[in-house]
């Protein structure tokens, strides 16, 4: 089992940047691809970023491209997702995730474990 704990999440103006951070605990992180996903109001959760388990190869959604950067470190057991440039469109509550597949996945239900989330307010 796998615990997953947000933290970083706040209200920031646009243009603003934020650094989510997810610390692990129960099992280590390296065998895991890990993701973000984000769900604004009365919207479908939906992916962000994801990694795979060592780090080499990271895959990010068009809507956030050239803005966030998912990182991890398997040493600290913990992944994050530097954002930057920030806009009132990604005002949501932002969930770590962790797939127990070894191919880079953006689909939710691929997802084995979640995070309680953490707010992220962007104001215009």
């Known amino acids: 089992q796998v615990q997953l704990v947000e933290s970083g999440g706040g209200l920031v103006q646009a243009g603003g940047s934020l650094r989510l951070s997810c610390a692990a605990s129960?099992?280590?992180?390296?065998?895991?691809?890990m993701g973000w996903f984000r769900q604004a109001p009365a919207k479908e959760r939906e992916f962000v970023a994801a990694?795979?388990?060592?780090?080499?190869?990271?895959r990010t959604a068009d809507s956030v491209k050239g803005r966030f950067t998912i990182s991890r470190d398997n040493a600290k057991n913990t992944v994050y997702l530097q954002m930057s440039s920030l806009k009132p469109e990604d005002t949501a509550v932002y969930y770590c995730?962790?797939?127990?597949?070894?191919?880079?996945?953006?689909?939710?239900?691929?997802?084995?474990?979640w995070g309680q989330g953490t707010q992220v307010t962007v104001s215009s």
């Open positions: 995730a962790a797939s127990k597949l070894v191919i880079l996945t953006t689909t939710r239900d691929n997802y084995n474990y």
């Open positions: 129960g099992r280590t992180l390296n065998s895991y691809i």
């Open positions: 990694i795979k388990s060592n780090g080499g190869n990271t």
